[in-house]
């Protein structure tokens, strides 16, 4: 089983920066990829950023050049580097991850929309203008 705890969310003016962590625990095979989500009230789930062990990633459009994902293999940790954040940017970001056995197998990288297994609780993010 893999658990996944979500931190450093919190209240920032736009323009600001926030970086959420994700402490992953269990088979290390299980978060083979990682991704944030982002979910705002009224609105569907977005992937944000994915990321795999070998640290190829991939963004949503919306977040491009703003946000950086980064993995930490030796902390099993993964982090949400997001800078020039945007009032559009407040929501509940959820941390995702999952062996991909697919992605292992074809060689390509995990896209922002991968459809994961295991999930964190989540953390707020709210960027005020």
């Known amino acids: 089983q893999v658990q996944l705890v979500e931190s450093g969310g919190g209240s920032v003016q736009a323009g600001g920066s926030l970086r959420l962590s994700c402490q992953a625990s269990?088979?290390?095979?299980?978060?083979?990829?990682m991704g944030w989500f982002r979910q705002a009230p009224g609105k569907e789930r977005e992937g944000v950023a994915a990321?795999?062990?070998?640290?190829?990633?991939s963004y949503a459009d919306s977040v491009k050049g703003r946000f950086t994902i980064s993995k930490d293999n030796a902390k099993n940790t993964l982090y949400l580097q997001m800078n020039s954040l945007k009032p559009e940017d407040t929501a509940m970001y959820y941390c995702?991850?999952?062996?991909?056995?697919?992605?292992?197998?074809?060689?390509?990288?995990?896209?922002?929309?991968?459809?994961?297994?295991?999930w964190g609780q989540g953390t707020q993010v709210t960027v005020s203008s």
């Open positions: 990321i795999d062990s070998d640290g190829r990633t």
């Open positions: 995702a991850a999952d062996s991909c056995p697919e992605i292992r197998l074809t060689g390509r990288v995990p896209t922002p929309q991968y459809e994961y297994s295991y």
């Open positions: 269990g088979n290390t095979d299980s978060y083979y990829c």
